[in-house]
């Protein structure tokens, strides 16, 4: 039994863990399924690698930049972080080694539910995601039943995660075909229920083809911030200013010291714009080179493992669509998010905490599908979605997790919330010993719905003439999932 779980944890560890190796080994092993030459399995296996490193490399650059102005921002609010009894690191500490052992039986029991069901045709490969989802699962399982044992944490914990990363992709695929309508890949993020109302909510306000935000008309003067680039560095240098004329002095210099310590405040606010819009210059390139990889190499698996799947990744990959959407989600779900902190401080409320990271992938993600509903208005109703999404669900969620690890509560997304409030509305239901209802009921519903969307796509491709089976899943009867 311990040679299991070593084996277990080490591939948590080592591979799904590790985003680079993990879409390295799957380039490798879907070029080999192929049959291609051995150089073209090297090269294509290393380009797909690399890709994913320097997606990282981007995230580092401008992610590094973010930290900094989360820092200064909350002096320039005059706010504070709320004080916890427990921190993340405890938690993992105590619950590390379920949270791994949670991921590698939840992949393979995920991958068993996509090889079983024709409907389920997108295969989970969002690594860093697949251990906060774990996280997230693990500590809300531990509120509700403190007394489990590992083995009930692990089983239960992976039963439920597996269903998420099966149905998560299917609910997003009306949205994703507005985006990518050649089907190529799916979308694994836990931005997806911010994307999913913005969808709906931004249905009313407009249509892409007259509004969308990569072919707005500037006047000639503004033509310039039609490169994402441009436009990037100098919305967050004014951002980035302000927020150090408003801030403490030496919050500031503490910060600007971290970097070079001669360099002004000011100039120290200028290279942190600069260096965010370069961080996602290099991330957009990370993305174009990896997926040119990913995509074609996991025919392999689609036409030698499990018949018709395709990959489903992370929200990046989908950002070199409409940057300028990305944009003005973030800067739109930064506005927002501060506006409830202004709210929440004066009315005594909780202290928010200003989520930068989440806000730009959030933010980012809800916007470039509200794009796809509705052109820039359904932008910028994905950065006010999310903008109150995150502030609301820390507030409220803080508390939920104070035995555990708070800290989940400031570095959510919005699936993170849903998940950690599903389970606690379980709680009267499933204390105890009775904890083992979770991820029955969870496989029970997702097996449920690949049925039901299984027959409902043989009864189409019945109606339209094709061959039965082929292709299952990619048709309308996933829309039925979030009737985006």
């Not at 997606?55 to 973010?66: A, N």
């Not at 409320?349 to 509200?370: D, E, K, Q, R, S």
């Not at 502030?391 to 803080?398: E, F, R, S």
């Not at 009864?459 to 061959?467: I, L, P, V």
Request: a neutral charge; aromatic letters at 10%; charged letters at 15%.
């Amino acid at each position: 039994m311990d040679i299991v779980k070593d084996v277990l944890t080490f591939l948590a560890d080592n591979v799904f863990g590790q985003v680079p190796v993990l879409i390295g080994l799957i380039t490798l092993i879907g070029l080999l399924l192929q049959r291609k030459r051995l150089e073209d399995v090297l090269a294509g296996a290393l380009r797909a690698t690399i890709g994913v490193v320097i997606l990282f490399i981007g995230v580092e650059v401008f992610t590094g930049g973010l930290t900094s102005f989360q820092t200064v921002l909350a002096s320039a609010m005059g706010t504070n972080p709320p004080k916890a009894d427990h921190t993340l690191a405890e938690f993992l500490s105590r619950q590390g080694g379920t949270v791994a052992l949670v991921i590698t039986v939840a992949f393979l029991v995920h991958v068993l539910l996509v090889r079983l069901f024709p409907a389920a045709r997108y295969l989970y490969l969002t690594g860093h995601l697949m251990f906060w989802i774990s996280t997230v699962t693990g500590a809300a399982l531990v509120t509700i039943a403190p007394d489990a044992d590992q083995l009930t944490l692990v089983l239960c914990g992976a039963g439920f995660v597996a269903a998420y990363w099966t149905l998560q992709p299917l609910w997003m695929r009306p949205l994703m075909r507005r985006v990518m309508p050649d089907d190529r890949f799916g979308f694994a993020h836990t931005s997806s229920l911010a994307a999913v109302v913005t969808g709906y909510a931004a249905r009313p306000f407009g249509d892409r083809e007259r509004h969308d935000t990569e072919k707005l008309s500037l006047p000639r003067q503004l033509s310039f911030f039609k490169d994402i680039n441009v436009s990037t560095a100098l919305i967050i240098c004014v951002i980035m200013l302000l927020a150090v004329a408003f801030a403490d002095d030496a919050v500031v210099a503490e910060q600007a010291a971290e970097m070079d310590d001669k360099l002004s405040s000011w100039v120290w606010g200028l290279l942190v714009g600069l260096r965010f819009a370069g961080g996602i210059a290099i991330l957009l390139f990370g993305v174009r080179m990896f997926l040119a990889e990913i995509v074609p190499a996991f025919k392999g698996f689609s036409d030698r493992v499990i018949p018709g799947t395709r990959p489903a990744l992370d929200a990046p990959t989908v950002f070199p669509v409409a940057p300028t959407a990305v944009m003005i989600g973030f800067v739109a779900a930064l506005a927002v998010f501060l506006g409830c902190v202004a709210v929440f401080a004066a009315a005594g409320w909780f202290t928010l905490v200003p989520p930068m990271i989440m806000l730009f992938f959030v933010g980012g993600a809800a916007a470039l599908f509200g794009n796809a509903v509705a052109g820039w208005r359904g932008a910028v109703i994905g950065g006010v979605v999310t903008g109150l999404t995150l502030a609301v669900g820390q507030a409220v969620t803080w508390g939920l997790f104070e035995r555990t690890a708070p800290e989940l509560a400031t570095l959510a997304d919005p699936d993170w919330y849903a998940i950690a409030w599903l389970l606690k509305a379980a709680d009267p239901l499933v204390g105890g010993a009775a904890v083992w209802a979770v991820p029955v009921v969870a496989l029970a519903a997702t097996v449920a719905t690949l049925i039901v969307l299984g027959r409902r796509e043989s009864r189409r491709q019945a109606a339209a003439g094709e061959q039965p089976g082929k292709d299952a899943g990619t048709g309308k009867g996933a829309e039925a999932v979030s009737g985006a």
